[in-house]
Structure formats: C-alpha cells, structure tokens
Nanobody, 116 residues
Framework: QVQLVESGGGLVQPGGSLRLSCVAS????????MGWYRQAPGKQRVLVAF???????NYADSVKGRFTISRDNAKNTAYLQMDSLKPDDTAVYYC??????????WGQGTQVTVSS
C-alpha cells in the first residue's frame, strides 16, 4: 500500500519560514520524481516545485528564490523549505510521487496559512 504523509504546515507570519516534509512508503522512492503542489481556496491545484531522481529541480516562477525542494532517499522523504513567505502562499500543500511506469500518488495535504 502506497502512502505519502505530509507534515510541517501551520500558521506563520509574513516573512517567516516553514519546512514541509513528505514521507513515502510502498514505492521505490529513489526512482520517483517528487513534487509539491498547492491549492488555494477557489483555485486549481498548481505545481510549486519538483525534484527528479538525479536531484535536479524546477520551481514555479512565483516561488523561485524563496522555496527549496530537496530529498533524502535514505529516509524516503521529500522536503519543501519555504522562506520569505507571503500571504499569497496560503494554500493546502500536497506532495506527489511519480514513480516510473505506474500511476502518480498524492498525499492528503497540509495547510499553510501566512497571516499577521
């Protein structure tokens, strides 16, 4: 059974930081591309960042220079370090695993609220 469990969300003031974690089980983690998405109220889910199996990464323009995606294959965990947070970053953040040759898997999401 595949599980992706996100954690690390919460309430933070503008300019603050949070680190999200996504622990995967039931997949060959080191062969999976891992992504973080977010969905704000009333809006579609959008890609925030992804990291490939070789460690290369890509970011949405809105978070470049502020967010950093990383992975620890020994811990089956992907991370999203979020700095200089803005109110527009408020959303539910979802982790996605894209293993080769099989379907994608999603986590349950973690709420991030940026507000003073």
């Amino acid at each position: 059974q595949v599980q992706l469990v996100e954690s690390g969300g919460g309430l933070v003031q503008p300019g603050g930081s949070l680190r999200l974690s996504c622990v995967a089980s039931g997949i060959n983690f080191k062969l999976a591309t891992m992504g973080w998405y977010r969905q704000a109220p009333g809006k579609q889910r959008v890609l925030v960042a992804f990291i490939s199996t070789d460690g290369s990464s890509n970011y949405a323009d809105s978070v470049k220079g502020r967010f950093t995606i990383s992975r620890d294959n020994a811990k089956n965990t992907a991370y999203l370090q979020m700095d200089s947070l803005k109110p527009d970053d408020t959303a539910v953040y979802y982790c996605k695993a894209h293993p080769p040759g099989v379907r994608d898997y999603w986590g349950q999401g973690t709420q991030v609220t940026v507000s003073s």
